[in-house]
């Protein structure tokens, strides 16, 4: 009997949860540490991600790495969530469409440290151009990082007459787990996730790829996502706006 793939999906999420079970019993703690997602479980997988490497690994296909969002959605988000850490760890400070640096010391990560490095260089410039000047390459940018974390390997994404470059996880099981724990966090209105969580599920929700990730409990999460933001940083609520309506933009200029 043939399978819908949203059956299969289903029942590979029920097969992870009962595989880190003793994890779920244990109360999978995720502890608030800015700019940063933390986890525990029994396969002593990496401890903690960037907001920016937890969206990627989401926005792609968790064993062959292909996008799950088209180029613009893809770059907007990854973009986002890269000024998302800054955000986060109260570095910036975003309001009236502008990006304030209020902590400029140098931050311990390559990739942040240049993105606050430009912003100190050119303050002059609003949100939606450094989103638009940072999608250049902010999903390269952050495949890079995931690679010298050995989290994710480069290979050839053989396709017709050509071969283009592509990023896979090492471990498509963990990969997988990004989605299914953000899931479980929004999806019966219960959940407490932290403001990385809140933020990474605004620019998924942004990004246009909510439902995938939610698929029947999308309605139920929205609500509770929505509870969540009333209650988050303004610079978190602007900086999810403005990647959905660039986002947007695009959508709307591609149909002409």
């Given at each position: 009997m043939a399978t819908s793939?949203?059956?299969s999906l289903r029942r590979s999420e029920a097969d992870l949860l009962q595989r880190f079970k003793p994890a779920q019993q244990a109360a999978v703690r995720f502890a608030e540490v800015p700019s940063m997602v933390w986890v525990n479980d029994v396969r002593g997988w990496p401890p903690r991600l960037w907001l920016a490497d937890d969206f990627w690994l989401i926005a792609h296909h968790d064993s062959t790495g292909r996008p799950r969002l088209g180029p613009v959605a893809l770059q907007l988000g990854a973009a986002g969530a890269l000024l998302g850490e800054l955000v986060?760890?109260?570095?910036i400070v975003v309001a009236g469409?502008?990006?304030?640096?209020?902590?400029p010391a140098v931050p311990s990560d390559a990739v942040a440290c240049r993105i606050v490095d430009q912003l100190l260089t050119e303050p002059e410039h609003e949100l939606r151009t450094w989103l638009r000047h940072l999608s250049h390459?902010?999903?390269?940018?952050?495949?890079?990082r995931l690679v010298r974390a050995g989290l994710v390997v480069?290979?050839?994404d053989r396709r017709l007459f050509r071969t283009a470059a592509a990023y896979r996880p090492v471990d498509s099981s963990y990969a997988f787990w990004r989605s299914v724990r953000l899931k479980h966090l929004l999806a019966d209105g219960r959940g407490q996730p932290d403001w990385s969580d809140v933020l990474l599920?605004?620019?998924?929700h942004a990004a246009g790829l909510f439902r995938?990730?939610?698929w029947e409990d999308a309605p139920a999460a929205t609500v509770h996502l929505r509870s969540c933001l009333a209650r988050a940083d303004p610079s978190v609520r602007e900086l999810i706006a403005q990647v959905g309506t660039l986002v947007g933009d695009?959508?709307?200029a591609a149909r002409g």
């Open positions: 793939r949203g059956g986060l760890s109260k570095r469409g502008q990006v304030r640096v209020v902590a390459d902010a999903d390269r940018t952050v495949a890079a480069k290979g050839g599920a605004g620019l998924i995938a990730v939610l695009a959508v709307l």
